[in-house]
């Protein structure tokens, strides 16, 4: 098996998903505490750019890696791949 | 204390952000594993959408209870509350 | 028939769109001059912003002068006007 | 001068900017004739996801010319082209 295009940042990945993790149990805390709702409002956009933060590094990672095996390999692989890139980017721009 | 406005859905946006909490270990689960960028991606994608419709629940819940109560009061509290209300939204839609 | 909740914004809010359809006309410009993709991507996330600046002006003056009055009718128009409002906040964070 | 990456779609593109900046002036002719929030704001949303379509397919293209060529050529312009291409998708994800 191969290994991913995030492989070199895996750690780092590993330990902001594991922020993540906790900043979500931290925001279910809040709620339970019914804590004022634009303070957990602003809890949810801090969580939301935390986690496009990872979205933006694995997306570089598949584009020096990934993509960059792809289009060097070229012909069906290429497109293949530059499809499903495009089509990660577009989900990611419209979350 | 005065409970929140999102007080009649505090057990669904609780058993939401369990979920999401769970689907980021989820994700963490991948990257342990060395699954493909763009499976990671896609996951982060619905987590994110995920987050944003508990983010849009609290928000109507906040505009039907505390947006309602300070319009009703009128004055400096009306005018707090709604200047309050719009940063909080100008951050989601930005995030 | 009733002014809208820009009223008082309306002078303001048109400049703005005003700028906002000369940019988009400038991007145009810049494709038809086969400019570098990057330089018009951010161009484009240039007015992206600029659009969501003034959704977020008319969402300001929506929730202070139209949801402030269906909130003080109660009733009925109360939940329609949350309702609508509702609808409208969600289609931005996701657009 | 070399031409963009979005050479071949570059009638395409030119005919949606066009169509966007006409969508722009219609929500200006809209506040103009003082139409109801809401109905300016679902506008705001259409053309703001009009826009992001026109990002994407630059976006596309970008990848499929720029930095396919980029990648093939290695180097110090592999480097620099995927952390342009890294910062212009930021900027769309954020905006």
């Not at 956009?45 to 990672?61: E, N």
């Not at 993509?67 to 990660?88: F, H, N, Q, W």
């Amino acid at each position: 098996m191969e290994s991913p295009g995030y492989a070199e940042d895996k750690e780092a990945v590993l330990k902001r998903l594991k922020r993540i993790e906790g900043q979500v149990r931290g925001i279910a805390g809040m709620v339970e505490e019914d804590r004022y709702c634009i303070e957990v409002l602003d809890q949810i956009s801090a969580v939301t750019r935390a986690i496009q933060g990872v979205a933006l590094v694995l997306l570089d990672d598949h584009m020096a890696h990934c993509i960059a095996k792809a289009v060097a390999a070229g012909g069906e692989e290429k497109d293949t791949k530059l499809r499903e890139a495009s089509a990660a980017v577009a989900r990611l721009v419209r979350s």
